[in-house]
């Protein structure tokens, strides 16, 4: 499978905890992309990397949240004492350059890791 | 601020009905991108298309088309002939230029009952 891959698929974790989730993106993609989403919601952008430059983080990501990806190639997202409100989804993207004229703009997501906290 | 409503939560059709999905956006950019977005139960968000805000060319791909007006700000889904297997979510989606955050709407279930 040459797909975005993530992992684990599921976590089930006590408040307070640490957590990570893995991505690895289609191997010749430079960009990837974290997102959040929360039932019945859209995703929403958390942050992205151009190959292993975190180049933005949105304003979600609370001082728990950090994001690697130190080779540019997998990247790592860890949340530090969890909250229940940290309970979502969160799904990797990765695409092939910019958005432009010559480029679809397609990203490519994972399944995602469903973060459960208790 | 870049904001996209999908004002229809849930949408129920009987198979071979056609079915349309509502998107409107907001947006200072002058150039722009919107997508559509599939998301089955499986989780997987699964591209569909991608309109730029200079093109306004309605397109047709086998069953699915895109109404993209821009005097209404709207950029439309269809799906003719509706099957079992277009049950998902559907997201419709904001883009600029450069870095590719994407702004999605809250989505549209569409459920198709045989």
């Known amino acids: 499978d040459t797909g975005v891959s993530q992992d684990p698929r599921h976590k089930i974790t006590k408040r307070g905890q640490n957590v990570t989730f893995r991505c690895d993106p289609i191997s010749e993609h430079n960009r990837l992309y974290w997102y959040r989403q929360t039932l019945g919601q859209g995703p929403e952008f958390l942050t992205y990397?151009?190959?292993?430059?975190?180049?933005?983080k949105s304003r979600l990501l609370s001082d728990r949240f950090s994001a690697e990806r130190p080779k540019g190639s997998f990247s790592t997202l860890e949340i530090q004492r969890t909250e229940q409100g940290d309970s979502a989804m969160y799904l990797c993207?990765?695409?092939?350059?910019?958005?432009?004229?010559?480029?679809?703009?397609?990203?490519?997501f994972g399944e995602g890791s469903r973060l459960t906290v208790l | 601020a870049q904001k996209v409503t999908q004002a229809q939560t849930e949408i129920s059709v009987v198979e071979k009905e056609d079915v349309t999905l509502d998107c409107v956006y907001e947006t200072r950019d002058t150039t722009y991108y919107l997508f559509w977005y599939k998301q089955p139960p499986s989780g997987e968000l699964v591209f569909l298309i991608r309109?730029?805000?200079?093109?306004?060319q309605n397109e047709i791909s086998g069953r699915y088309s895109w109404n993209f007006q821009k005097s209404t700000s709207s950029f439309n889904f269809t799906i003719t002939a509706s099957q079992v297997v277009d049950s998902a979510v559907y997201f419709c989606?904001?883009?600029?230029?450069?870095?590719?955050?994407?702004?999605f709407g809250t989505g549209t279930r569409l459920l198709v009952s045989p």
């Open positions: 990397f151009q190959n292993e430059a975190q180049l933005e």
């Open positions: 993207a990765s695409s092939l350059g910019s958005l432009g004229i010559s480029n679809t703009g397609e990203l490519f």
């Open positions: 989606a904001l883009g600029n230029t450069g870095f590719q955050k994407l702004v």
């Open positions: 309109r730029n805000s200079f093109d306004e």
